[in-house]
């Protein structure tokens, strides 16, 4: 069984106030502080990004899918390269997650929607071939063939893949199926974690760590019987993940619902949510890390964060920002927050020009570490409050 | 009349056996040394790269291309933000086409093979509205509307856009034109190049300098009719455009026809051209820079040029790359170039990820960038043939 002895989360600190904590969380790639955001590098790279861009914006930390990379370029392609570190040359901390949450949703993006309630379409996903015990079976949307996908072979490619923070294989249960439903696939989602325990624990040579997912819907009970059978297991995480309901305060209960239940010691993550409201939500409720793949796919829509706007963000395609010579904005210290007008961004969104994408990708990244190295700053002084309405103010 | 006081182009070497000559060309944004290559930057950006990237790859000059800014974002706006070195965050030399190329071009990308011989479709060009001795209007391909352009305007524009080397106003004739259109069609040219030059001193501040463009088509007579006249008017530099034939040849043969001809001393900018070979041929014409679209675009299709490579550019697709653990080219030394495998490069072109575009145009950018230095060495060392054969070995 492993020791876990590369790694360590230590918690300096808790807030009086609320579950929020600062930690440490140690891996063969680094140490990096929490609360902090992962970014998405799904396809082995943050699109658009450069390691050396992510470094500027003083990213700490990003993950790559599993899923995009078994079916390109294949994982034993990346064992082969030397590892997902090596082979797209982020030599900092990186987690992968298991794969199940793409094979279960319905094409790219809309699990996202279900699980947050936003669609109820369910079920009619063509690429998932089959769901049994044993596993499940999709049709890659490359060249349509077909692929198997186990706790076992999670694990295996995951450890070829090689990063340092790695996550059970789960089913992904979507919003609208019932409660029967959610408790047998919350009990298969056990099952396929002590089978991730069995093979992780058999080739563990300790370079990665493994997270345990809390599953269970909206359904509490079953949430807190999940986040205990995470507490109960030689997991060095806990991940919460599956659905997590409609609406803001619906996800808010969810999250509350498994937090007395999971391990107090062990580092959290919150898979796949991001907003900047989510982040002093959920800090709240004891998260230590997030991902999402939000700062960068609003980059390539044309919005950026800016602290202190009520809607997170602003949209440079808007036609105010023509003329407007003003930079993103200057708190942000790298060039592209500072070193060019809205207006010039303006016209690169309007003439289709990928600068645009790069400029606000690496601009919303920098805007996130800055909000989540104020964030630990307000847990050490304990002005999370303050913070939260310099972040977002009221909306008028 | 313009004196040209804040630019000087000073030819420091001329090759004996050859017309190539080493120069240095000063703007009020700088010195850059001759022969030099001018990256396109076509709509106020060189596609996907930064200032600082395209610094980073040793670029020492750019050009923007004053049709595109016309019709996007606007002229008045570029000059409103205090110009284009200001709009897209670029301090450095910057040159600007004179906007008829593309209006009389076939749509995008189109008159560019009509230039080289590649097409005989001739003028179908919708966007053309009407051409006269006034000028020619054309319909913006971004919303329909009607666009006047005429030698003042062109003068005018590119002082409101404020790069350091601008162009007269031609008309750029078609391959498949017979003689007398030709004929006609170059001294419309040179009218419209005398009203440009009155244009141009009218409102002459010392920032700009007007290069006269030499045209004629495949005719000897003409172009050496059109060589004489940029030299004897007082433009700063010569420019080469229109019609270069049908072959490698043929574009040798007209190069050659105008090179004995045009004004010795000032410098000469070859229009649109820019393969390695282009380089290596019409360097020993005498042409002191280039520009062509061709590493940028090359680059988002997953060519690198490789120094070398005797057909000057390797396509990262290829299935060979998929685990070649080699780097592009560490002989050119910058991240792009050194850091990513070819192997990955491939992955990431495979995945239609964005980042190839980045890192291959960088890294063809600085490629293109080492060759000038290593061209400019050469001269300076009598050893043009030599370096040829290093960059261009015979093709087996």
Chains 1, 2 share one sequence.
């Not at 609360?35 to 998405?40: A, G, L, R």
């Not at 002590?194 to 269970?216: K, M, P, S, W």
């Not at 509490?220 to 297991?233: G, H, I, Q, V």
């Not at 993550?269 to 002093?280: A, E, P, Q, T």
Request: aromatic share 10%; charged share 25%.
């Amino acid at each position: 069984m492993s020791d876990y002895s590369n790694f360590m989360f230590e918690i300096t600190k808790r807030d009086p106030k609320s579950r929020a904590r600062l930690g440490r969380l140690k891996t063969p790639h680094g140490t990096i502080e929490t609360p902090n955001y992962i970014f998405c590098g799904t396809k082995a790279t943050v699109k658009n990004m450069s390691p050396a861009q992510l470094k500027e914006a003083r990213s700490d930390i990003i993950l790559s899918n599993t899923y995009h990379l078994m079916v390109q370029p294949g994982c034993e392609l990346v064992e082969q390269m030397g590892g997902l570190h090596k082979f797209m040359g982020w030599d900092g901390p990186m987690l992968t997650d298991s794969g199940g949450f793409q094979v279960f949703s319905l094409g790219e993006g809309t699990m996202a929607n279900e699980i947050k309630g936003r669609s109820n379409k369910g079920y009619d996903n063509k690429s998932l071939l089959s769901i049994s015990e044993e596993g499940c079976s999709f049709k890659s949307y490359v060249d349509g063939r077909k692929i198997n996908l186990t706790p076992e072979l999670s694990m295996k490619y995951q450890r070829q893949i090689g990063a340092d923070l790695i996550m059970q294989f789960d089913e992904c249960t979507p919003y609208h199926v019932d409660k029967d439903y959610t408790a047998r696939s919350m009990e298969m989602s056990i099952r396929w974690g002590d089978r991730c325990l069995t093979e992780f624990n058999a080739h563990d040579d300790g370079a990665q760590a493994l997270y345990g997912i809390v599953q269970g819907g909206v359904y509490p009970d079953l949430r807190r019987f999940s986040s205990e059978y995470t507490k109960d297991r030689n997991f060095f995480g806990t991940a919460i993940g599956g659905c997590l309901g409609g609406s803001d305060e619906e996800m808010y209960e969810v999250v509350a619902s498994c937090a007395p239940y999971i391990h107090l010691n062990r580092p959290v993550h919150f898979l796949g949510i991001g907003r900047i409201k989510d982040v002093f939500t959920f800090v709240r409720l004891g998260i230590d890390t997030f991902d999402c793949v939000i700062p960068t796919r609003l980059a390539r829509h044309g919005a950026a964060y800016i602290k202190g706007e009520p809607r997170e963000t602003i949209n440079l395609k808007n036609a105010r920002y023509r003329t407007d010579e003003s930079p993103l904005d200057e708190r942000v210290d790298i060039p592209a927050s500072c070193n060019f007008s809205k207006a010039y961004i303006h016209h690169l969104l309007k003439a289709n020009e990928l600068l645009a994408s790069q400029i606000l990708s690496q601009h919303n990244i920098a805007t996130i570490n800055m909000l989540m190295r104020e964030v630990r700053q307000a847990i050490a002084n304990d002005s999370l409050d303050n913070l939260e309405r310099e972040w977002l103010p009221k909306r008028l």
